[in-house]
């Protein structure tokens, strides 16, 4: 699909995109990510450094990888948020298959208006979910709200390598063998073809860095993951 403008129906594409892709996200990831995703997830909930007793919002949760990941660390508690009804279906039948009913909750809402009050959480973070907002600004200013005083964001998104061979390397795979194999497995004619294209949008390392900034994070930092194809950032709330 040609990307839609961040308008009004936006946010409904992308909400109908997810439920249509949902029964195969999990094996997708998997697959064209040759399992990295695993490794990213664990590298952002290692950022997060979650602590005993502690509160944790995990924002676009779709299947709920990165909430099951926090959980798998400490006895905190886990709320996982998101809009697409069919991908917290899956991510609420993985909860139950592990056990963890009473670690994590997850929420239907959207990360642009969170169902959350002010300075509640202890950390939150999000992975492959801002690039897909209608306003990526308003999600990393809804982060801010719901964190308390001190407590730690983690983003992850796509970035391209910096490296100009692996770059061209990988824009290979992303651009061309990627959309053919998530269509014909997800069956969804574009959606693998709009991640390449959303990401190529997206600003990347110091353009992300800023936005967080803008948005009020401190102590900002970013750190390349598997040759710069993930980007893993980190912000904290002001104390
Ligand atoms: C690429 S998936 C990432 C899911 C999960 N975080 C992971 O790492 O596998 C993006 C998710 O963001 C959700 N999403 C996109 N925009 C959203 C919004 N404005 N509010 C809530 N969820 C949103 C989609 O429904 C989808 O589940």
Known sequence: M???????QFSQQIESMFGAIAPRYDLLNRVLSFGQDIYW?????????PLKECCYLDVATGTADLALEIAKRRH????GVDFCTPMLNLGMQKV?????????????GCGEALPFGDDLFDGTCIAFGLR??????NGLK???????????????????????????????????ILPVFGRFVSRHES??????????QFPQREGFT?????????????????????????GVKSG
């Open 132 to 137: 897909n907002f209608s306003s990526p600004e």
């Open 210 to 234: 800023q936005m967080m900034e803008l948005a009020g994070f401190k102590q900002v930092s970013f750190q390349n993951l598997t040759f710069g194809i993930v980007t893993l950032y980190t």
């Open 76 to 79: 905190c508690k886990v709320y």
């Open 191 to 200: 959606a693998y073809k709009y991640l390449p294209e959303s990401v190529s």
């Open 142 to 176: 809804e982060m801010m709200r719901i964190l308390r005083p001190k407590g730690r964001m983690v983003v992850l998104e796509f970035s391209m390598p910096e490296n100009m061979l692996l770059k061209w390397i990988y824009k290979s795979y992303f651009d061309i």
């Open 2 to 8: 040609n990307l839609p403008d961040r308008s009004a």
């Open 41 to 49: 997830r664990k590298k952002a909930i290692d950022s997060l450094a």
């Open 96 to 108: 139950k298959r592990k056990h963890r009913e009473k670690t994590i909750s997850l929420v239907a």
